[in-house]
Every structure is written in C-alpha cells, then in structure tokens.
C-alpha cells in the first residue's frame, strides 16, 4: 500500500501539506506561488486539465509533496529514490498522464526513471535550473539611461506580447493565456518596466507574490535587440530591493544553467546558488 495520498482537492492538500511547504520556503517556492494562483485565480489558472496534489505522510508528518497543473509538468518536493519511485508506480496505476517532472536534480532524474520503467514513456531532460536567493543586493553602477516603473493597465498588451516571447526563448510552448497572465499580475503590481529616458519600455521583470516570506522574481525579459546594455540587470535589481521593502525574507529566482550570461548577472547582482533542479519531458512510445 502506497504512502502518497492524492487528490483533486486544493483545500484539503493544503490542509495537510501547507505547513510543509510553509517549512522551507525557498526549497518550496514553486509549489507555494502555484497553490497561491489556483486559491486566487480558480483550479484552471494555468490550464485546461484538472491539477493533482499528493502528500506523501508516515506516523502523521508530511515528508513530500506533489503539485500538477496540467499541461505543466508536475513539481515535486524532494524525494528519494524509494519514494520517487513509489510515487510513479503509485501514478502510473492510477493511471494518471504526465507531460514530465520539475523538481530538484536529482529526485527529477530518479523520478524520470521510474516513471519510464512503469509506463514505457520516453523520458528526456528538457532544462537544467539554478535556484538562487539573494543575499547583499548590489546594484549595477552604472545603471543604464532611463527609470524603473511599475506596469499599469495600459501596459496590458505590451506585458502579454513580452511573457509570450519570453516564453519562446526558453524553449516554453504551454504558456497559455498570456493575457490571462498579464491581468494576474497586473492585479498586484507584480512587473516592474525598465524604460528608456524617452519613456519606451526596454525591459521587465516580474515578482509572485509574498508568499511565506518568499518573493520570487520570474519573468525577466529583454527583447533581442536591446539586450547587452543592462535593461534587465536594472529592472532586475529595482524588483529586488522593492521585494525586500515589501518584507520578504528570501527574493528568491531561478536561471537556465544553458544561459551562462543571465547566471553570471544574477551572482553580481547579489543572488547566490541555493539548489539546482531539472525539468525531464515524457513522450509516449510508439507501443504506448
């Protein structure tokens, strides 16, 4: 008999595993700011699919927990390798369909593995991630010509345009509504522009919200012809230091360890390595 218990319920996964979560903010980022959107936004705010929750609980503690939003890939806590793969059997009897897994590197891999072993899909690494958190905050001198300002409404259309080539440049296709996205964030202030000094926005960047005494930046994005000239860096940096006036503990963000340029950015910044996770893809084989 499995240990994982899962679930449709957000409430009642919350009840159970939110203190958990709560526990390591920063190890829990993800599964934190995306229980938080489907409380506000409703159970399909980042998809069609009905999410999934699992608590993994022996003698009454919580030891791990699983989040999916469908078409995403599920996010896991750490796991063992034991546990990792009790959890694909216990999925894959379930007969639950996983686009892939997000989660530290090596309890992504453990999991890829068994999920492949019970189900025949092809599991294949898709993107190496760095955690950070940010330490002493050090912003870049000399900062770039223009002034940070925080996105308004009419900033609406500019904001989807931006995520959904965000989105293209990290290789992302189920990026859904970005306008949906654009109204979410625009409902707490959460994107920061960089504008030029003739006022023409150059570059954003984005915060969740406090959650747990978490705040992480996601997205940053520069258009392709105005990056090299620190847009991003300043934007970067100005979410930064309005995250911790904000009261948050830990500003926390993640890079893609296949941009060397955004990671060494990030650690002049102040930000220093916390973790590295990994998102593995399955694909059914020919015989599935």
Same mark, same amino acid.
């Given at each position: ?6 679930? +449709? ?15 390591? /903010? #920063? ?5 934190? !700011? $995306?229980?938080? +959107? ?13 999410? $999934? ?8 503690? $919580? ?6 939003t469908p078409p995403?890939? /599920? ?8 546990? #990792? ?26 999991? #890829?593995?068994?999920?492949? &072993? ?20 050090? $912003?870049?001198?000399?900062?770039? /010509? ?7 409404? #009419? ?34 202030? +959460? ?14 960047? +984005?915060? !969740? ?9 996601? /997205? ?20 930064? &230091? ?26 002049r910044i102040g ?18």
């Amino acid at each position: 008999m499995s240990d994982w218990w899962i679930t +449709g319920d957000l409430d009642a996964f919350l009840d159970r595993a939110g203190a958990f979560l709560h526990s390591r /903010p #920063a190890e829990h980022t993800v599964a934190l !700011t $995306v229980t938080d +959107g489907l409380r506000r936004r409703g159970l399909r705010a980042f998809g069609d699919g009905d999410p $999934v929750f699992g608590v993994l609980e022996r003698a009454g503690r $919580v030891e791990a927990a699983l989040v999916a939003t469908p078409p995403w890939p /599920p996010n896991l806590t750490r796991l063992s390798e034991t546990d #990792a793969d009790a959890l694909a059997a216990h999925l894959a009897a379930l007969g639950h369909e996983l686009s892939g897994v997000s989660a530290e590197r090596d309890t992504a891999a453990a999991f #890829a593995e068994a999920w492949q &072993r019970y189900t025949g899909a092809k599991a294949e690494p898709h993107q190496r991630q760095r955690l950070y958190r940010l330490d002493e905050l050090t $912003v870049p001198d000399p900062l770039p /010509p223009g002034r940070a300002r925080v996105a308004e409404a #009419a900033d609406r259309d500019l904001l989807a345009r931006w995520f959904a080539e965000f989105a293209r440049d990290v290789g992302e296709e189920r990026v859904g509504d970005t306008e949906a996205w654009a109204d979410s964030r625009l409902a707490y202030g +959460g994107v920061t522009l960089w504008e030029a000094p003739d006022g023409t926005p150059v570059a954003m960047a +984005g915060v !969740t919200r406090l959650i747990a005494g978490q705040i992480r930046v996601a /997205p940053v994005y520069t258009p392709a012809d105005l990056r090299g000239r620190g847009y991003g860096g300043a934007a970067t940096a100005t979410v930064s &230091r309005a995250a911790l006036d904000a009261g948050a503990d830990e500003v926390l963000l993640f890079t893609d360890l296949a941009n060397p340029t955004s990671n060494a950015l990030y650690q002049r910044i102040g930000y220093r390595p916390v973790a590295d996770f990994e998102v593995w893809e399955f694909t059914a084989t020919a015989a599935g």
